[in-house]
Each structure stands twice: as structure tokens, then as C-alpha cells.
């Protein structure tokens, strides 16, 4: 068994991500870890004016801050490091993944299609190919389906 001591959980805040921060929570708790939760926002929007350059706020890195802030595992004793980047986030991601020495990455995944994924590329997959730890994805299960018996189906049934 590989030894556990720093999870990094990679999140960008849908709902997508939730399975996989609450898979990352249960694991810090079982193997007393520490969990490093980060988002990776993208590069601030620049302008030039008189040749230098200019960064122009937009009060997005605050509000990721603060919504990094607010994810909290269910189980208090779990110890929590929020980092807020800003790049690529597959590159951020594996920089971060190095620096902090993570034994393993916990992702959620947003399962598309082929052919959307050929289009746009997918993070978890740049991530799953040039991590220096595993990488566990997580995908959103399904709703629990109830199959549902029509009174034609129940009739023949002795």
C-alpha cells in the first residue's frame, strides 16, 4: 500500500467536483493526511498603455478565494491547505503536485463525449498523463434508476 501523507484535489467549484472532494475529505480522514485544495483561475486580463503593461482587476480572484474558503470537509480533524493559482490548470496543477510533494491527486472528471474531448482537450487527462503521483478521477454517478414494472409486465409474471 502506497503511503498516503498529502492529497491534493484539484476544484473547479461545479458540481462535477463534489464527488471527488468529498472522495478526497474520506481519504485524508482515513490515512490522517493533509489535503491541499486548489483552483486554478485563468491569467489576469493585461492592457498596454504607453508600453507598460497593465493588469485590469475584476475582483475574479477574491470571489474564487473566498468560494475556496468555504470548502470545508465534513470532518474537522481533516487538515486543510487552500492554494489559489492562476495559468493552465493542468500545468498549475502538476507544478503544484510536485512543490507540495502530493502521493496522490484526487480530480473530478466532467466525463465528455469523444469527440467534445478531442475539440477541447480534457485537464484530467493532461493531468492523469504527467502527474508525478497517481491520479484518481472521479466521475458523477448516475441517479439511482428504480425500474418501473407496468401492470402488463407484472401479469405475466407466475
Known sequence: MLPIRKILH????????????????SLARDFGADLVIC????????????????????????AMAARLEEMKPADPQVRVTRRLLRGDPADEILRLAGACQADIIVMGTHGRGWLSHLLLGSVAEAVLRNAPCPVVTVK???????????????????
Open 10 to 25: 484539484p476544484t473547479d467549484y461545479s458540481d462535477l467536483a463534489r464527488p471527488a472532494f468529498e472522495f478526497a475529505c
Open 140 to 158: 458523477v454517478p448516475l441517479p439511482a434508476m428504480t425500474p418501473k414494472i407496468s401492470s402488463c409486465q407484472t401479469a405475466n409474471v407466475r
Open 39 to 62: 483552483h486554478v483561475s485563468p491569467p489576469p486580463i493585461t492592457a498596454v498603455d504607453d508600453g507598460m503593461v497593465i493588469e485590469i482587476p475584476t475582483g475574479e480572484a477574491e
